[in-house]
């Protein structure tokens, strides 16, 4: 098993900045990806960025240029810097930890207000 713990949501004006962290803990792989899928009322789950444990980065056309996504291999830790972000990035923001499975985080609340 894999717990994935999220922090740094919160409230922002459009044109800010979010740091969200994702602390993974348990049976972690050396190999694995992790990455930030994000959620808005009445819409899927979409994938934001996501990094494998060699830095290879892949990211939503949406946030490409604003949003940057990092990892601290020794802590396992993964990183998502939002910057200039848009009211249209408000939604429930979600850590994905995957090698063999797929864990997800519990959610932190993104909200960017106009």
């Known amino acids: 098993q894999v717990q994935l713990v999220e922090s740094g949501g919160g409230l922002v004006q459009a044109g800010g900045s979010l740091r969200l962290s994702c602390a993974a803990s348990?049976?972690?792989?050396?190999?694995?990806?992790m990455g930030w899928y994000r959620q808005a009322p009445g819409k899927q789950r979409e994938l934001v960025a996501t990094?494998?444990?060699?830095?290879?980065?892949n990211y939503a056309d949406s946030v490409k240029g604003r949003f940057t996504i990092s990892r601290d291999n020794a802590k396992s830790t993964v990183y998502l810097q939002m910057n200039s972000l848009k009211p249209e990035d408000t939604a429930v923001y979600y850590c994905?930890?995957?090698?063999?499975?797929?864990?997800w985080g519990q959610g932190t609340q993104v909200t960017v207000s106009s």
């Open positions: 990094i494998t444990n060699g830095g290879n980065t």
């Open positions: 994905r930890y995957y090698f063999r499975s797929v864990y």
């Open positions: 348990g049976s972690i792989f050396s190999i694995n990806s």
